[in-house]
């Protein structure tokens, strides 16, 4: 059983402390959080409180430890983590700037320290189905690609965070960043973004709404257009079922992947395929390829789990997890502004 530690108790550090407990392969083995609220002693189940990271590392039998603090404290609390030599999944994004996020992939790497990013989607059945069927030419080559995230936060998502509403708390850092790592895992490396935003509709200092354009290394050409004004239910939460938390549309899409053999619509995983060669005088045959629920997060505990006994690499790693933290900056650089008409 592998003793885990978890420095963060916020929404994402209470879901990791409950998946610990709930597990067969490791325990809690305590929860660092300057803040220690009143319900402290039953979300730990009895394990240690610390009051700041070194007196969680100080536990001479710490096997690994979940970073899951704000953003912009990844990189201090990171390095601390790999410098005590503790294998460590951080939380997505990496890092806020490229600069952090590359000062904690250089320093995995050269001491050596296993280094799991939690880009958790990584460990959806839609996404290892859907990238096993693209990366066998079940579509042909990948031509274009048509990705939405398109929800509606309700007003006290930003009165209860209020720092939601203002630069760096708008859909393109806190939520692109899933999408972006999504459509790298599937179509490949993203080489060149234009971006638009718009705070028309909230009037915040923040983006509500953006539209991307996407180029990818292999050619393939792909739109995305995210708003967290919208009534609708084009978005991963919403389409793929994973978390219950929100309401659930399964009919629905929110990846259209083209290819130059067929297409494929994710997370509902109907593939289009052109039996008699493409054509659109001809009719195209529909499979549904499998793909069985699971907790992603409840998957990727499991997969560190694996990386902390040295059964497995991780994943996601530090390199990988900054290219995607670099298109993501890019494609905020070339939007600008958000434009409010």
């Known amino acids: ?85 503790i294998p460590t999944l951080i939380e997505k994004p990496i890092a806020s700037t490229m600069a952090g996020g590359l000062a904690l992939a250089d320093a995995a790497e050269q001491r050596g320290i296993p280094l799991l990013v939690g880009h958790h989607r990584r460990h959806s059945s839609h996404i290892a189905v859907a990238r096993a069927a693209i990366r066998a030419g079940s579509i042909g080559d990948v031509v274009a690609v048509s990705g939405t995230a398109l929800f509606c936060k309700p007003s006290d998502y930003f009165t209860g965070a209020p720092w939601r509403a203002q630069p760096g708390g708008g859909p393109l850092l806190i939520n692109l960043v899933h999408e972006i790592d999504d459509l790298r895992a599937l179509c490949g490396d993203i080489v060149g973004v234009q971006a638009v935003a718009s705070s028309a509709k909230r009037r915040h200092a923040v983006e509500d709404s953006a539209a991307v354009v996407l180029e990818f290394s292999s050619g393939a050409l792909g739109t995305f257009t995210i708003s967290d004004v919208a009534a609708a239910p084009w978005s991963w939460e919403q389409t793929s079922g994973e978390d219950p938390s929100y309401a659930r549309y399964p009919s629905e899409d929110c990846y259209l992947i083209a290819g130059t053999k067929g297409s494929l619509a994710v997370p509902s ?31 990727q505990l499991a997969h560190f789990c694996a990386v902390v006994r040295g059964d497995a690499s991780p994943l996601v790693t530090g390199r990988d997890a900054v290219e995607t933290l670099r298109v993501t900056l890019a494609v905020v650089e070339a939007a600008g502004p958000p434009r409010q008409h």
Not at 16 to 41: K, M
Not at 53 to 64: C, I, T
Not at 270 to 286: F, I, N, V, Y
């Open 1 to 85: 059983m592998m003793r885990i530690g978890v420095l963060g108790a916020g929404r994402i550090g209470r879901r990791h402390i409950d998946l610990i407990r709930q597990s067969t392969e490791c325990v809690l083995a305590g929860v660092a959080d300057p803040f220690r609220p009143a319900d402290a002693a039953t979300l730990s189940g009895g394990a240690r409180w610390h009051a700041d990271l070194d007196a969680l590392l100080s536990d001479p039998g710490l096997d690994g430890i979940i970073v899951a603090t704000p953003n912009e404290m990844h990189v201090e609390h990171g390095l601390a983590c790999l410098a005590a030599g």
């Open 269 to 299: 995983m109907r593939m289009w395929t052109a039996a008699d060669g493409p054509s659109w005088h001809e009719q195209m045959e529909l499979t549904v390829l499998g793909a069985e629920p699971a907790d992603p997060l409840e998957r």
